[in-house]
Nanobody, 125 residues
Framework: QVQLVESGGGLVQPGGSLRLSCAAS???????????IGWFRQAPGKEREGVSC??????DYAASVKGRFTISRDNAKNTVYLQMNSLKPEDTAVYYC?????????????????WGQGTQVTVSS
């Protein structure tokens, strides 16, 4: 059974940084190019939005985070990271990682079928 576990969330001041981790268990090859991996976020009262994706060597980012967030993979640890720099209050949300068997990147939640439980990120002074 596929299981994704996010960690690394917390409270950070505006302008600060956090690194989120998404560890996969129950299947191998999570960080291979055969799996589409996405990071999403959902703020209170708002719809879930795609933040970043990675697949088959390709990456994509939402316009709101481009240049500030970076997605990366650690094959040895079967883990994907989201490095978040220059954080803003509007980045406050629950962040989720998700995956699907596909070699194409997507920022649409309907293109993912396995989800983690989420980790809270709060950006506030």
């Amino acid at each position: 059974q596929v299981q994704l576990v996010e960690s690394g969330g917390g409270l950070v001041q505006p302008g600060g940084s956090l690194r989120l981790s998404c560890a996969a268990s129950g299947f191998s090859g999570f960080t291979s190019g055969y799996y589409r991996i996405g990071w999403f976020r959902q703020a209170p009262g708002k719809e879930r939005e795609g933040v970043s994706c990675s697949s088959n060597g390709n990456t994509d980012y939402a316009a709101s985070v481009k240049g500030r967030f970076t997605i990366s993979r650690d094959n040895a640890k079967n883990t994907v990271y989201l490095q978040m720099n220059s954080l803003k209050p509007e980045d406050t949300a629950v962040y989720y990682c998700a995956t699907a068997l596909s070699r194409y990147c997507s920022l649409r939640s309907v293109h993912f079928d396995s989800w983690g439980q989420g980790t809270q990120v709060t950006v506030s002074s």
